[in-house]
């Protein structure tokens, strides 16, 4: 997670950099970092897992040549074969040189860890974006406890039918959620991008991993450290604190799939359909793993799939498994940092979320400025005993620790 600001010359140097640039081994290309495209990118066409543990890149493409006709920011063919005709508002604000209104949409401001890293992602890029293109800014979100889908959709449509946006991104929480209103907006002519799961809608450019790679991804990281230490996994569980969740579903079933394949007689004490739900609370997290582990003491490996992997962690060195029960999961915060040190947690798998929310500013800046598609670099970084310290201080710098 990157949490230094970079200029926009920054930017305008990185853009006319190869794609293969971006391909960095376990370090998510930042936003203001990453090549680009003249052509929407197309997510739901790439469903191979990674080969390589230190990256799990989800697809971009940034190769694919623009569609005959296409003119952006000004006209294009979208990727369902619709034409996209940039609104005359905005079309207008460009010619005068006057600032666009650029909304970004997220899911809770009071989610702990995701919110405050996704609100300093947003405040990060915002200036770079504005160097390249006047724009006034504005993030918006439900202050509920978990992530209200209707309520966001309802804090977009209100924005949108009052015209005060003129360029949108949103942070998409599944995979059909937002299509609808994504697509009805860019029909408008209004740019769209989203940004943290995968979307299925027309917007330009989803900016994140493939749910079901991270998990191949994790299993290839479990099993490497299971030969590295000289360890015999066998039995495993999946858990999150809201298991229902496409991306959460597609991080379990990769997971179980790559461990099968890798250790074929490992046993799973639950699948996607039974998986332990620990809620997003601290407490009941820790109270959820703490009489999972008594009731499953066989188990040696237990999956989070979003960010209560320290709680687990916790319980295991509460009841004197250390060394014969471990848990990884996403996402980074203290108690996970501590928990890799202690040897209770294999690896934190960061999706960089600072970086997928500061996409935003700096995909409509680029598009609409110089008529340039960033395309999707948002890879997973794996944090294990090897770059704990560096990610520990980077963790610190972000949250004014």
């Known amino acids: ?21 971006c391909n960095t081994p376990a370090a998510s290309s930042a936003p203001s970092q990453v090549a680009t495209t003249t052509s929407p990118t197309d997510e739901a066409e790439v469903t191979t897992a990674p080969t390589d543990a230190e990256t799990s890149a989800a697809p971009t493409d ?12 000004e006209t294009g063919t979208l990727k369902d074969g619709s034409t996209f005709t940039l609104h005359e508002r905005v079309a207008d604000k460009l010619a005068a040189g006057e600032p666009i209104n650029y909304v970004f949409s997220y899911g809770s401001t009071a989610i702990p860890l995701f919110s405050p890293q996704y609100a300093a992602g947003y405040e990060r890029t915002l200036p770079e974006a504005q160097a390249i293109l006047p724009m006034n800014g504005q993030a918006v979100a439900p202050s509920s406890a978990v992530q209200d889908i209707n309520e966001q959709i ?38 769209v991008f989203t940004v943290g799961v995968e979307s299925n809608g027309n917007e330009f450019t989803n900016f994140t991993q493939i749910s079901n ?6 299993a290839e990281i479990i099993v490497e450290y299971m030969n590295d230490n000289d360890l015999d996994f066998k039995t495993f569980a999946v ?15 990769g997971f179980i799939d790559g ?25 009941a997290a820790y109270d959820a793993y703490s009489a999972f582990i008594q009731g499953n003491p066989e188990v040696q490996v237990i999956q989070n799939v979003d960010i209560s992997a320290e709680h687990a962690a916790r319980a295991i060195a509460d009841s004197g498994n250390t060394g014969e029960m471990f848990a990884f999961g996403w996402n980074v915060s203290i108690g996970q940092l501590d928990a890799i040190e202690a040897g209770t947690q294999i690896v934190a798998l960061d999706q960089q979320w600072g970086d997928q929310a500061g996409f935003g500013a700096l995909g409509c800046a680029e598009f609409l400025a110089n008529g340039n598609i ?15 310290e560096e990610a520990r201080e980077e963790f610190m710098s972000i949250s004014g620790g």
């Open 1 to 21: 997670m990157r949490i230094r600001s970079r200029g926009a010359l920054t930017l305008l140097a990185a853009v006319s950099l190869a794609v293969t640039a």
């Open 62 to 73: 940034a190769e694919t040549s623009a569609a005959p006709g296409d003119d952006w920011p």
């Open 154 to 191: 309802a804090q977009i449509d209100a924005l949108f039918q009052a015209d005060q946006i003129d360029c949108l991104s949103v942070q998409s929480t599944g995979t059909d959620a937002f299509s609808n209103i994504v697509n009805d907006i860019m029909a408008t002519g209004i740019p």
């Open 213 to 218: 790679n991270e998990g191949l991804q994790a």
């Open 239 to 253: 858990s999150g604190g809201d298991p229902t969740q496409n991306w959460a579903q597609g991080r379990m079933q």
């Open 259 to 283: 461990i099968m394949e890798a250790i074929p007689d490992a046993t799973f004490v639950n699948d996607v359909s039974s998986a332990l739900n620990v809620t997003y609370d601290p407490a």
């Open 374 to 388: 960033l395309p999707n670099t948002n890879v997973l970084k794996p944090i294990t005993t090897e770059n704990v």
